[in-house]
């Protein structure tokens, strides 16, 4: 029963990501589009192997809902996912890429749905983008990989055990969110700038 409901989480969290590589296909991007989107998942698996030393202290997430911010949901969707998976080619691939790839994706697609175009000049601009990054990080990421890990590991899932697993990974996920606040706080309104300039220069 396990097996199953894993086998079946893992199906469906490949399912949803398709519809968001189909309509990027769809789209027919440019080349500088393609080039502008490699640039960023290059910057994003760099940030993460910088920090490998650190547990947890990851700027990933942070590069990701700065992408989508600059560039657009669809874009921080696909940045998160390919960022993850790239990445995971030096820190390990697994049944739990695919989770990540989905967590990190929708972080990146809610980011650029709140904030692409919207509120740049405002003085708590970065206040909420911040405070946004640390709730996505524990609120969103976290919970998404803490239910990889109780379906990995609970054999008959009763709601006690689901609540030790999320109150075990709080830690963890507030690091998370820590650091995610933190490096959108550092860079935030200039990468949004340059990535704003660049999508009027070449019309994304």
Known sequence: MQKN???????????????FFFMFE??????????????LVTISVLSRAVFF????????LAVVIMSAI????RCGMLVGTLSVFVSNFMFGQGPWTVWQMIATGLCGFAAGILFSGRYVEKPFYT?????YGFFA?????????????????TGHMTGKQFLAIYLSGLPVNIIHGFSTC???????????????????????
């Not at 769809?26 to 490699?38: C, H, I, Q, S």
């Not at 206040?127 to 405070?131: G, M, P, Y």
């Open 137 to 153: 990080a524990v609120f969103m990421y976290g919970p998404i990989m803490d239910t990889y890990s109780a379906l990995l590991y």
């Open 5 to 19: 409901y894993y086998l079946i989480a893992v199906l469906i969290v490949i399912m949803s990501m398709v519809p």
């Open 26 to 39: 769809r789209k027919k991007p440019r080349a500088r589009e393609v080039m502008m989107l490699a640039v």
């Open 53 to 60: 030393m650190i547990p947890f202290f990851k700027p990933m």
């Open 70 to 73: 600059g560039l657009g949901g």
């Open 182 to 204: 933190l490096f959108l706080a550092l860079f935030c309104r200039n990468m949004e700038r340059k990535l704003r300039r660049i999508k009027i220069k070449y019309s994304f």
């Open 127 to 131: 206040v909420c983008v911040c405070i």
